[in-house]
């Protein structure tokens, strides 16, 4: 099913995530004014098909685009202060129409005025006191200043309980698992140990003691995408919970060890904020909490 996405890399503007048509689809974007570059959305499932902006004087549409994994980048450009629709479907190009049942699928985009914070592909890092949680066998590493490496098998509650100090930061690298059926996520594991699952999100509360208002940041792929999930990760442990929307794809072979202190959280995996008190935060907004929360890039 076509549907528009973030790229993987590339002039990023802001994105709202639904997932309702695959997981980490996009249905509204922010583009900036003011940048005549524009920024970028990834198409899939677009091949042969017209993408027109049906209001181009607030945002258009550049004639040139790429490739990237299977997807066509577009390239926005916002004009003026509105919204637009990007659509996709098939042209009736001698009635100067969308043909019958045309456009399939569009995208929301708002032309505004951003901050531009951005912390591009820069590693993050983060001030002690802090802890990495890897999974046995996974592909990248974080050191910190108390750092476990989890068995296969290890049952949440062990899994949890390893931390045992006061922290700022929790770093989790593992794979991320979302359970996506018909439109709607249904749950999200952490593959860690044997897996913590949404029913496992009350073990999160033994965070409070030790972290309240500090940030978990969660290294698997895609595991921003359960709002659901996340939410209640966040709010019974009183913790920011940080996780990727887009796949955290490793470019170099073997285990990839990050600097001690060290998160790869980039820009271009779309990282979703989760607070405290239940809700969801920028990451724009997110970023400009780096004195308070305790990290720099």
């Known amino acids: 099913m076509a549907h528009f996405q973030r790229p993987e890399r590339g002039h990023f503007g802001e994105y709202d995530v639904d997932s309702k048509l695959a997981v980490g689809s996009v249905w509204r974007m922010r583009v900036p004014l003011g940048n005549a570059s524009g920024v970028e959305v990834a198409i899939y499932g677009a091949d042969g098909l017209t993408v027109r902006s049906n209001n181009p004087d607030v945002v258009s549409l550049s004639t040139s685009e790429r490739q990237e994994g299977g997807c066509r980048v577009l390239r926005l450009v916002g004009r003026v202060s509105g919204t637009s629709m990007i659509e996709a479907g098939v042209w009736d190009a001698g009635a100067s129409r969308w043909a019958p049942g045309s456009p399939w699928v569009s995208l929301q985009a708002q032309a505004t005025i951003l901050s531009g914070t951005t912390n591009g592909d820069n590693l993050i890092y983060l001030q002690s006191p802090h802890m990495a949680l890897n999974a046995s066998g996974s592909s990248v590493t974080y050191s910190m200043k108390y750092s476990s490496t989890i068995a296969p098998g290890t049952l949440p509650r062990d899994v949890i309980g390893k931390v045992a100090h006061t922290l700022k930061h929790l770093v989790f690298s593992s794979h991320g698992r979302i359970k996506h059926d018909n439109g709607q996520i249904l749950d999200s594991e952490i593959e860690i140990g044997s ?4 029913a496992d999100t009350l073990l999160f509360s033994q965070l409070k003691s030790h972290m309240a208002g500090g940030v978990i940041w969660l ?7 359960d709002n659901e999930g996340n939410i209640e990760r ?10 990727p929307i887009m796949y955290m794809i490793n470019e170099r072979r073997g285990v990839i060890h990050r600097p001690k ?3 790869d959280m980039f820009e271009r995996y779309g990282p ?3 607070t405290p008190n239940g809700s969801t ?5 997110f970023l400009g909490l780096k004195h308070t929360l305790g990290f720099s890039w």
């Open 261 to 263: 202190g060290a998160v």
């Open 195 to 198: 897996g913590l699952w949404r």
């Open 281 to 285: 935060t920028s990451w724009v907004g």
């Open 272 to 274: 979703k904020v989760f």
């Open 219 to 225: 290294g698997g792929c895609a595991l921003g995408n």
């Open 234 to 243: 966040a709010r019974t442990s009183g913790c920011y919970v940080v996780a």
